[in-house]
T-cell receptor, first 117, second 113 residues
Framework: GAVVSQHPSRVICKSGTSVKIECRSL??????MFWYRQFPKQSLMLMAT?????????EQGVEKDKFLINHASLTLSTLTVASAHPEDSSFYIC?????????????FGQGTRLTVV | GNSVTQMEGPVTLSEEAFLTINCTYT??????LFWYVQYPGEGLQLLLK?????DKGSNKGFEATYRKETTSFHLEKGSVQVSDSAVYFC????????????FGDGTTLTVKP
């Protein structure tokens, strides 16, 4: 199947610093990628839809100035957590679909464990 | 809007036991249905999918049938193994949500030897 690579897998940062997470589609082009956040023992919460060449679409309640998304190419989307605080500590996962149809499954990155100290 | 309701966990079974994890959904139109599996510390992997009513998805001994009349997509396996221990997510992708997936809350399965 298609491969989505997410980097880094783990990051620990100090409160107030910014952290960038990369999501790459390795063997296909993805005009749309999705960013999710997962709290311990909970489901995935969609944060935003990343659109190549245009602004991301954020879900209600997600701060666009805190979670900056850039989708500069058809194979790369980045999520930057700006001025991170301990409450931003979480597991972040990206996904991308092969093709535009709803019948195609989403391929997920391996996730990034962010810990803000 | 779309929603997915999964059987609450955690579920603990002995090896070779029969597994059922219930999943029901609410959606407009004709969504595609998926089961994903998440091993500790990892992202999600597709386990199986079904794209239309009465389709049966299957993989690694797991099966699920798309039942439109009951809006269900229950996951089953006849004989679980310790290596099946993971979190299982039921999800749907509708034709009106721009490719977004809607996930259930996940069910944690632990299989004991």
């Amino acid at each position: 199947g298609a491969v989505v690579s997410q980097h880094p897998s783990r990051v620990i940062c100090k409160s107030g610093t910014s952290v960038k997470i990369e999501c790459r589609s390795l063997d296909f082009q993805a005009t749309t990628m999705f960013w999710y956040r997962q709290f311990p023992k909970q489901s995935l919460m969609l944060m935003a839809t990343s659109n190549e060449g245009s602004k991301a679409t954020y879900e209600q309640g997600v701060e666009k100035d805190k979670f900056l998304i850039n989708h500069a190419s058809l194979t790369l989307s980045t999520l930057t957590v700006a001025s991170a605080h301990p409450e931003d500590s979480s597991f972040y996962i990206c996904s991308a679909r092969v093709g535009a149809g709803m019948n195609t499954e989403a391929f997920f990155g391996q996730g990034t464990r962010l810990t803000v100290v | 809007g779309n929603s997915v309701t999964q059987m609450e966990g955690p579920v603990t079974l002995s090896e070779e036991a029969f597994l059922t994890i219930n999943c029901t959904y609410t959606a407009t139109g004709y969504p595609s249905l998926f089961w994903y599996v998440q091993y500790p510390g990892e992202g999600l992997q597709l386990l199986l999918k079904a794209t239309k009513a009465d389709d049966k998805g299957s993989n690694k001994g797991f099966e699920a049938t798309y039942r439109k009349e009951t809006t269900s997509f229950h996951l089953e396996k006849g004989s679980v193994q310790v290596s099946d221990s993971a979190v299982y997510f039921c999800a749907l992708s509708g034709n009106t949500n721009a490719g977004k997936s809607t996930f259930g809350d996940g069910t944690t399965l632990t299989v004991k030897p």
